[in-house]
Protein backbone atom coordinates (compact mmCIF):
# COMPACT_ATOMS: atom_id res chain seq x y z
CA UNK A 1 0.00 0.00 0.00
CA UNK A 2 1.28 3.38 -0.91
CA UNK A 3 -1.03 5.49 1.91
CA UNK A 4 -1.49 9.09 0.84
CA UNK A 5 0.42 10.71 -2.21
CA UNK A 6 0.62 13.72 -3.14
CA UNK A 7 1.50 15.44 -6.49
CA UNK A 8 4.21 17.56 -6.93
CA UNK A 9 6.03 17.52 -3.94
CA UNK A 10 7.19 20.88 -4.69
CA UNK A 11 5.79 23.89 -7.69
CA UNK A 12 7.11 27.59 -8.19
CA UNK A 13 4.03 29.87 -9.27
CA UNK A 14 3.59 33.46 -10.51
CA UNK A 15 1.26 35.33 -8.86
CA UNK A 16 -2.10 35.24 -10.89
CA UNK A 17 -0.89 31.31 -12.30
CA UNK A 18 -3.79 28.37 -11.48
CA UNK A 19 -2.97 24.99 -10.51
CA UNK A 20 -3.83 21.65 -8.94
CA UNK A 21 -2.91 19.58 -6.17
CA UNK A 22 -3.34 16.02 -6.78
CA UNK A 23 -3.85 13.47 -3.69
CA UNK A 24 -4.40 9.92 -3.92
CA UNK A 25 -5.05 7.33 -1.36
CA UNK A 26 -4.93 3.42 -2.16
CA UNK A 27 -7.07 2.53 1.62
CA UNK A 28 -10.04 3.15 0.55
CA UNK A 29 -10.99 5.88 2.79
CA UNK A 30 -14.50 7.82 2.75
CA UNK A 31 -13.35 11.14 4.10
CA UNK A 32 -10.42 13.11 3.00
CA UNK A 33 -9.30 16.32 3.82
CA UNK A 34 -7.10 19.42 2.77
CA UNK A 35 -4.86 21.41 4.75
CA UNK A 36 -1.82 24.31 4.40
CA UNK A 37 0.80 24.52 7.37
CA UNK A 38 2.52 27.70 7.71
CA UNK A 39 5.20 28.62 10.36
CA UNK A 40 3.45 28.84 13.65
CA UNK A 41 -0.08 28.42 12.99
CA UNK A 42 -0.07 24.71 13.09
CA UNK A 43 -2.41 22.74 10.17
CA UNK A 44 -5.16 24.44 9.24
CA UNK A 45 -8.05 22.95 7.13
CA UNK A 46 -9.15 23.84 3.85
CA UNK A 47 -12.06 21.79 2.20
CA UNK A 48 -12.69 18.49 3.15
CA UNK A 49 -14.86 15.65 1.58
CA UNK A 50 -16.92 12.96 3.08
CA UNK A 51 -17.70 11.18 0.24
CA UNK A 52 -17.35 10.72 -3.56
CA UNK A 53 -19.16 13.50 -5.03
CA UNK A 54 -19.15 15.60 -1.89
CA UNK A 55 -16.98 18.50 -0.54
CA UNK A 56 -17.30 21.06 2.24
CA UNK A 57 -15.65 24.10 3.55
CA UNK A 58 -12.95 24.15 6.53
CA UNK A 59 -11.58 26.92 8.05
CA UNK A 60 -9.54 28.76 5.17
CA UNK A 61 -11.19 27.73 2.19
CA UNK A 62 -10.73 31.36 0.46
CA UNK A 63 -8.90 30.87 -3.22
CA UNK A 64 -9.29 27.23 -3.30
CA UNK A 65 -11.15 24.97 -5.13
CA UNK A 66 -12.18 21.38 -4.40
CA UNK A 67 -13.17 18.00 -6.77
CA UNK A 68 -13.74 14.20 -5.55
CA UNK A 69 -14.83 13.00 -8.46
CA UNK A 70 -13.67 9.66 -7.35
CA UNK A 71 -13.43 7.60 -3.86
CA UNK A 72 -9.57 7.61 -4.59
CA UNK A 73 -9.13 11.36 -5.32
CA UNK A 74 -8.82 14.61 -3.96
CA UNK A 75 -7.87 17.42 -6.07
CA UNK A 76 -7.02 21.08 -4.67
CA UNK A 77 -7.29 24.13 -6.91
CA UNK A 78 -5.74 27.50 -6.91
CA UNK A 79 -7.33 29.72 -9.70
CA UNK A 80 -5.24 32.65 -9.23
CA UNK A 81 -2.72 32.27 -7.28
CA UNK A 82 -1.04 34.85 -4.48
CA UNK A 83 1.86 35.27 -2.37
CA UNK A 84 -0.37 34.25 1.32
CA UNK A 85 -1.14 30.90 -0.56
CA UNK A 86 2.52 30.57 -0.21
CA UNK A 87 2.50 27.10 2.58
CA UNK A 88 3.17 23.40 3.06
CA UNK A 89 -0.17 21.84 1.46
CA UNK A 90 -0.90 18.64 3.18
CA UNK A 91 -3.49 16.13 2.36
CA UNK A 92 -4.83 13.39 4.48
CA UNK A 93 -7.86 10.51 4.24
CA UNK A 94 -9.72 8.55 7.22
CA UNK A 95 -12.21 6.10 7.48
CA UNK A 96 -15.79 7.03 7.74
CA UNK A 97 -18.99 6.02 9.38
CA UNK A 98 -17.87 2.36 8.35
CA UNK A 99 -19.28 0.21 10.83
CA UNK A 100 -16.21 -2.44 10.31
CA UNK A 101 -13.75 0.49 11.46
CA UNK A 102 -16.38 2.51 13.80
CA UNK A 103 -14.10 4.31 16.31
CA UNK A 104 -11.18 4.73 14.15
CA UNK A 105 -11.01 8.22 13.35
CA UNK A 106 -7.51 8.78 12.79
CA UNK A 107 -6.14 10.30 9.84
CA UNK A 108 -3.28 9.44 7.27
CA UNK A 109 -1.00 12.35 6.26
CA UNK A 110 0.41 12.59 2.67
CA UNK A 111 4.12 13.92 2.34
CA UNK A 112 2.99 16.99 1.75
CA UNK A 113 3.15 19.50 -1.20
CA UNK A 114 5.42 22.77 -1.17
CA UNK A 115 4.33 26.00 -2.76
CA UNK A 116 5.77 28.88 -3.08
CA UNK A 117 4.03 32.03 -5.32
CA UNK A 118 6.08 34.74 -6.25
CA UNK B 1 -15.30 28.06 15.95
CA UNK B 2 -13.56 26.06 18.27
CA UNK B 3 -10.26 26.40 18.99
CA UNK B 4 -7.47 24.16 20.24
CA UNK B 5 -4.81 26.24 22.20
CA UNK B 6 -1.23 24.28 22.62
CA UNK B 7 1.37 24.94 24.94
CA UNK B 8 4.31 25.54 25.26
CA UNK B 9 5.39 26.83 21.87
CA UNK B 10 8.70 25.51 21.95
CA UNK B 11 10.68 23.34 24.61
CA UNK B 12 14.51 22.45 24.32
CA UNK B 13 15.76 19.48 27.13
CA UNK B 14 18.74 17.98 27.87
CA UNK B 15 18.66 14.69 26.76
CA UNK B 16 17.19 12.04 29.54
CA UNK B 17 14.76 14.95 30.97
CA UNK B 18 10.90 15.00 30.86
CA UNK B 19 8.80 16.32 28.44
CA UNK B 20 4.75 17.61 28.69
CA UNK B 21 2.78 19.69 26.21
CA UNK B 22 -0.65 20.62 27.00
CA UNK B 23 -3.54 20.99 25.02
CA UNK B 24 -6.96 23.56 26.31
CA UNK B 25 -10.37 23.53 23.90
CA UNK B 26 -12.79 26.44 24.31
CA UNK B 27 -15.73 23.33 23.93
CA UNK B 28 -16.12 19.62 24.65
CA UNK B 29 -14.33 17.49 22.56
CA UNK B 30 -15.78 14.04 20.88
CA UNK B 31 -12.44 12.51 20.74
CA UNK B 32 -8.95 14.41 21.04
CA UNK B 33 -5.86 13.22 19.09
CA UNK B 34 -1.75 13.39 18.93
CA UNK B 35 0.43 13.71 16.08
CA UNK B 36 3.98 13.75 15.84
CA UNK B 37 5.85 15.35 12.59
CA UNK B 38 9.65 15.23 12.50
CA UNK B 39 11.06 17.94 10.69
CA UNK B 40 10.91 17.89 7.19
CA UNK B 41 7.94 15.43 7.29
CA UNK B 42 4.43 15.04 7.89
CA UNK B 43 2.30 14.59 10.46
CA UNK B 44 1.99 11.05 12.04
CA UNK B 45 -1.05 9.73 14.26
CA UNK B 46 0.16 8.75 17.66
CA UNK B 47 -3.07 8.13 19.76
CA UNK B 48 -7.04 8.81 20.10
CA UNK B 49 -8.33 9.22 23.19
CA UNK B 50 -12.07 9.49 23.45
CA UNK B 51 -13.16 8.37 27.23
CA UNK B 52 -13.31 11.38 29.90
CA UNK B 53 -10.51 10.61 32.32
CA UNK B 54 -8.78 8.32 29.75
CA UNK B 55 -4.90 7.68 30.32
CA UNK B 56 -3.03 5.78 27.63
CA UNK B 57 0.61 4.90 27.46
CA UNK B 58 3.22 4.05 24.73
CA UNK B 59 6.37 3.04 26.18
CA UNK B 60 7.78 6.23 27.26
CA UNK B 61 4.50 8.51 26.03
CA UNK B 62 1.74 9.24 28.46
CA UNK B 63 -1.31 10.56 27.43
CA UNK B 64 -3.90 12.37 29.14
CA UNK B 65 -7.95 13.72 28.57
CA UNK B 66 -9.10 15.85 31.38
CA UNK B 67 -12.34 14.68 33.20
CA UNK B 68 -14.20 17.82 31.05
CA UNK B 69 -12.66 16.43 27.67
CA UNK B 70 -11.30 19.73 27.15
CA UNK B 71 -8.04 19.45 28.01
CA UNK B 72 -5.30 16.80 27.72
CA UNK B 73 -2.02 16.46 28.28
CA UNK B 74 0.88 14.38 26.46
CA UNK B 75 4.26 13.66 28.90
CA UNK B 76 7.64 11.92 27.85
CA UNK B 77 9.62 10.16 30.09
CA UNK B 78 13.66 10.34 29.35
CA UNK B 79 13.09 11.96 25.91
CA UNK B 80 16.03 10.94 23.58
CA UNK B 81 17.19 12.20 20.37
CA UNK B 82 14.67 10.83 18.23
CA UNK B 83 12.02 12.78 20.34
CA UNK B 84 12.63 15.29 18.24
CA UNK B 85 9.79 16.71 16.26
CA UNK B 86 6.85 18.84 16.34
CA UNK B 87 3.79 17.26 18.91
CA UNK B 88 0.37 18.55 17.79
CA UNK B 89 -3.21 18.01 19.88
CA UNK B 90 -6.02 17.84 17.54
CA UNK B 91 -9.95 17.73 18.96
CA UNK B 92 -13.16 17.01 17.25
CA UNK B 93 -16.17 18.88 18.11
CA UNK B 94 -19.04 16.60 19.87
CA UNK B 95 -21.19 15.65 16.48
CA UNK B 96 -21.57 13.13 14.89
CA UNK B 97 -20.33 13.59 11.78
CA UNK B 98 -18.70 16.28 12.68
CA UNK B 99 -16.60 14.20 14.76
CA UNK B 100 -14.12 13.36 11.87
CA UNK B 101 -13.12 17.17 11.76
CA UNK B 102 -10.10 17.99 13.36
CA UNK B 103 -9.00 21.56 14.69
CA UNK B 104 -5.42 21.46 15.33
CA UNK B 105 -2.99 23.27 17.86
CA UNK B 106 0.11 25.23 16.79
CA UNK B 107 1.98 22.58 18.35
CA UNK B 108 4.93 22.05 20.66
CA UNK B 109 8.56 22.06 18.72
CA UNK B 110 10.67 19.68 21.07
CA UNK B 111 14.39 20.12 20.90
CA UNK B 112 16.87 17.69 22.22
CA UNK B 113 20.30 18.66 23.38
CA UNK B 114 22.37 15.61 23.54
Known sequence: ?118 | GQQVMQIPQYQHVQEGEDFTTYCNSSTTLSNIQWYKQRPGGHPVFLIQLVKSGEVKKQKRLTFQFGEAKKNSSLHITATQTTDVGTYFCAGAPYSGAGSYQLTFGKGTKLSVIP
Not at chain 1, 58 to 86: C, H, I, M, W
Request: hydrophobic share 30%.
Open chain 1, 1 to 118: NAGVTQTPKFRVLKTGQSMTLLCAQDMNHEYMYWYRQDPGMGLRLIHYSVGEGTTAKGEVPDGYNVSRLKKQNFLLGLESAAPSQTSVYFCASSYGFQIETSGRREQFFGPGTRLTVL
